[in-house]
């Protein structure tokens, strides 16, 4: 990572941004980024799999979600400000928050919110212990149901808040148990 970020003029790796300067940063448009305790994070963007994978779940999360009235859908790479000082705008494949925690009025940049829902698609450059940290940071965030789905092994694994987890095969399906009240996905309907 650090190698990428050359091409950000003036940025080195002990340089802190702010989730403001995040929001008025210049990058070229083929890159990904976050904010990780204050250090900028670029990578590049999903291959066809990764997107057509985040794009078919996250269009039954929408279906399900609008047809319910249960809250809202937030495409991929919609940053929410998850840590302060340093701060971390973390951006989800697909973001789901509820009804009764949506705001009046949506803030132009980043939520100082976490979603109820966070779904990690893993790309070909993701490597599990950035997953991993990943993973914590959105529970320790307050997000209450996190699914990574691996598209290589047809898999995906359930974090929930309680701590518990699950690892779900090609034959089994999400489940939005209390955060995504009778939602339903069969695995293979992704692929």
Same mark, same amino acid.
Request: proline residues 6%; glycine residues 8%.
């Given at each position: 990572?650090?190698? !990428?970020?050359?091409?950000?003029?003036?940025?080195?790796? %002990? /340089?802190?941004? /702010?989730?403001?300067?995040?929001? $008025?940063?210049?990058?070229?448009? +083929? =890159?990904?980024?976050?904010?990780? !305790?204050?250090?900028? *994070?670029?990578?590049?963007?999903? $291959?066809? !799999? &990764?997107?057509?994978?985040?794009?078919?779940?996250?269009?039954?999360? /929408?279906?399900?979600?609008?047809?319910? &009235?249960? $809250?809202?859908?937030?495409?991929? @790479?919609?940053?929410?400000?998850? @840590?302060? +000082?340093?701060?971390?705008?973390?951006?989800?494949? *697909?973001?789901?928050?509820?009804?009764?925690?949506?705001? @009046?009025?949506?803030?132009?940049? #980043?939520?100082?919110?976490?979603?109820?829902?966070?779904?990690?698609?893993? %790309?070909? +450059?993701? &490597?599990?212990?950035?997953?991993?940290? =990943?993973? %914590?940071?959105?529970?320790?965030?307050?997000?209450?149901?996190?699914?990574?789905?691996?598209?290589? /092994?047809?898999? %995906?694994?359930? #974090?929930?808040?309680? $701590?518990?987890?699950?690892?779900?095969?090609?034959?089994?399906?999400? +489940?939005?148990?209390?955060?995504?009240?009778?939602?339903?996905?069969?695995?293979?309907?992704?692929?």
């Amino acid at each position: 990572m650090d190698g !990428r970020r050359d091409y950000v003029a003036g940025m080195s790796e %002990a /340089t802190l941004m /702010t989730a403001e300067e995040l929001l $008025g940063l210049r990058l070229p448009g +083929d =890159k990904r980024t976050e904010l990780i !305790r204050g250090r900028l *994070v670029v990578r590049d963007p999903g $291959g066809a !799999r &990764h997107g057509a994978v985040a794009m078919r779940l996250g269009y039954r999360i /929408t279906a399900h979600v609008e047809a319910n &009235h249960l $809250g809202r859908v937030y495409a991929a @790479e919609t940053g929410f400000k998850i @840590e302060s +000082d340093p701060d971390t705008v973390r951006a989800p494949d *697909v973001a789901f928050i509820t009804r009764s925690r949506l705001p @009046e009025v949506e803030p132009r940049g #980043y939520p100082r919110w976490a979603p109820d829902l966070a779904v990690e698609v893993l %790309a070909h +450059d993701d &490597h599990p212990a950035e997953t991993l940290e =990943k993973i %914590a940071q959105w529970l320790r965030a307050g997000v209450r149901l996190v699914w990574v789905v691996d598209s290589e /092994t047809r898999s %995906a694994r359930v #974090y929930r808040a309680d $701590g518990t987890e699950s690892l779900l095969g090609p034959n089994d399906a999400f +489940d939005g148990e209390d955060v995504l009240s009778g939602f339903r996905c069969p695995l293979a309907d992704l692929w």
